[in-house]
């Protein structure tokens, strides 16, 4: 089998056009936007080339067609109890001998740079985007996440992967009727004259960004793996997604106008960019609007849940459920809700999703290889 390094820009279109292709006869499969892909390999945008580096590779056989595709990266902040490398954008034909002959290139070149074992598929880059396998729920990806079909799963665990932790989605139908819990929360809070809600609106980002990381800063940065944001970080984000905001989904809870909680949701993109096939220049972004004003967005995704420490198990959760609930109900057209990702290793997240009276809807997986076989292998740590 021959190894090319992607370089060139034909090298760079092939790994975008061979899932494509892979993926061709799936009708669930939306094809990524092209540049979020490219984004990830560009040494001047994706800052975690400030502390590692990837490189990533396509797998042509004797006919000199596409078989296969991976990067493999190290980041020196991926802190794991040995150095451990990552692979990702792994994308396959139906074949082990294939596949295997992929991760052992992957292997041999993280071992040669110091690495004992090797996650995947995970991302050079944050753990919001392209993360994990997907193994149950092959149902249309919500935007940034991973996509693959059924038989990857054997592809890797044949080849001796295993899963280092799960990561479940939950989702609910909007007009499911509520917790009854949850309506008594709402009645009883709204007799504290102090509390009032607020929808975020797009025209006032400055304000609700700061909000924002007052509730995120007290409610998760020191829970397990999180971190301090800053006003400014959270603007940039708030910023970028402006052109999608909708002003009637995401929620913020005050004491005497003090943000006590928040509930963040915007509208499943790839319910629009699935029109699009990957390309974002002029055209396509004239088509989005258009697809965006004309074609109704029927799923919300669910992006934050949080409630400062001091106001967690009073009842606040109900009282910003319903009265967000109530109101896009009326307000939008949206149907479904789906969460991002939550980590099995993670029971305190996975406990607020319950209590959305959410159901699992797909399950990815991390998987992890040690490179010595004989070591005894463990489970990502409960937080």
């Not at 809070?189 to 509390?195: A, D, H, L, N």
């Not at 919300?300 to 009265?323: A, C, H, N, Y």
Request: glycine share 6%; charged share 30%.
């Amino acid at each position: 089998m021959k190894v090319e390094k992607v370089v060139s820009k034909e090298h760079k279109k092939e790994f975008t056009e061979f899932s494509a292709r892979l993926f061709s006869d799936d009708s669930n499969y939306i094809r990524p936007i092209d540049k979020d892909i490219e984004s990830v390999f560009d040494t001047k945008r994706n800052k975690f080339f400030r502390f590692g580096e990837c490189e990533r590779f396509l797998f042509l056989n004797d006919k000199n067609k596409t078989v296969g595709k991976i990067a493999v990266f190290i980041n020196k902040k991926y802190e794991q109890d040995q150095p451990t490398g990552g692979i990702g954008f792994f994308d396959c034909i139906n074949d082990q001998e294939t596949a295997n002959f992929i991760f052992d290139f992957a292997k041999d070149r993280l071992q040669g740079k110091g690495m004992e074992a090797m996650d995947g598929p995970i991302n050079f880059g944050e753990r919001d985007r392209f993360w994990g396998l997907l193994i149950e729920g092959f149902s249309e990806p919500l935007f940034g996440m991973n996509y693959n079909p059924p038989y990857y799963k054997e592809l890797f665990e044949n080849y001796g992967f295993q899963i280092y932790f799960n990561q479940l989605c939950f989702g609910r139908k909007i007009h499911d009727p509520v917790a009854e819990n949850f309506l008594e929360m709402h009645e009883r809070i709204s007799k504290v004259k102090p509390i009032s809600a607020k929808r975020m609106k797009a025209k006032n980002l400055e304000k609700f960004a700061v909000d924002f990381t007052e509730v995120y800063n007290k409610a998760w940065a020191n829970h397990g793996e999180g971190k301090q944001l800053t006003n400014a970080q959270t603007l940039k984000l708030f910023l970028t997604l402006k052109p999608v905001i909708n002003d009637h989904i995401s929620w913020f809870i005050y004491e005497n106008e003090k943000p006590i909680a928040m509930w963040m949701n915007i509208p499943d993109l790839n319910q629009w960019f699935k029109y699009l096939d990957g390309k974002f220049g002029l055209w396509q972004k004239l088509k989005f609007l258009f697809v965006k004003k004309f074609r109704k967005n029927k799923k919300m995704v669910g992006l934050v849940f949080g409630i400062v420490p001091e106001w967690q198990k009073k009842g606040i959760d109900g009282f910003m459920i319903w009265e967000g609930t109530r109101h896009f109900r009326k307000t939008t057209d949206f149907e479904d809700y789906e969460m991002q990702w939550i980590g099995d290793f993670n029971p305190k997240m996975m406990k607020i999703a319950e209590n959305l009276e959410t159901e699992v809807t797909r399950k990815l997986a991390t998987y992890r290889y040690l490179f010595d076989r004989e070591k005894e292998f463990e489970r990502h740590p409960i937080l």
